[in-house]
């Protein structure tokens, strides 16, 4: 709760606030975005496979599963992707070369899949992570260390907590 002595009352943003922020998310959506997510690929998978990788990786951590139903929610917001389009990314996922993946089924629901990074999907994480950060080092050479916590802390406050995890 602000004290009335130091903090300065809170205002709520003006219109002309939020129109200055929407001219920030298209530019920032499709072309800082999808460039991000064209790196993270690094030639070897899909957008969507991206994003299943970060997906499994940020909601389960290391070893751990996640719902199939949960990837196909996801991919459907994110991509309007079917589920039929779901299943076979992952079916690629899962098999050679790249075995990134691997499904099982859910012990609690005989109908229920769950899907895991296998430890060649988990290095591939890395090597994305890896490849977004060289990706913000050379679009971001401009902006401090305290700049950019101070955007990541907005960010945070805006939208919720990051979802990658402890390094």
């Not at 990837?71 to 070369?97: C, K, M, Y």
């Not at 916590?149 to 402890?166: C, E, K, N, S």
Request: charged share 25%; glycine share 8%.
């Amino acid at each position: 709760m602000p004290s009335p002595k130091t903090d300065p009352p809170r205002r709520a943003p003006t219109d002309a606030s939020f129109l200055e922020l929407l001219g920030f998310f298209y530019p920032i959506h499709y072309r800082i975005g999808m460039a991000l997510e064209r790196c993270m690929t690094q030639g070897r998978l899909s957008r969507q496979q991206v994003a299943i990788i970060w997906l499994i990786e940020s909601e389960a951590g290391p070893y751990g599963w996640v719902r199939r139903k949960h990837i196909e929610q996801a991919l459907g917001d994110w991509f309007e992707s079917r589920n039929s389009h779901v299943t076979q990314l992952l079916h690629d996922l899962s098999r050679p070369p790249l075995a990134l993946v691997v499904q099982k089924t859910n012990p609690d629901s005989g109908r229920e899949k769950l899907v895991a990074l296998t430890d060649a999907g988990r290095s591939y994480f890395e090597t994305m992570v890896g490849a977004a950060i060289d990706f913000f080092r050379e679009l971001l050479p401009h902006l401090s260390d305290r700049e950019l916590r101070d955007g990541v802390r907005f960010l945070g406050r805006a939208f919720g907590p990051p979802t990658l995890p402890d390094r």
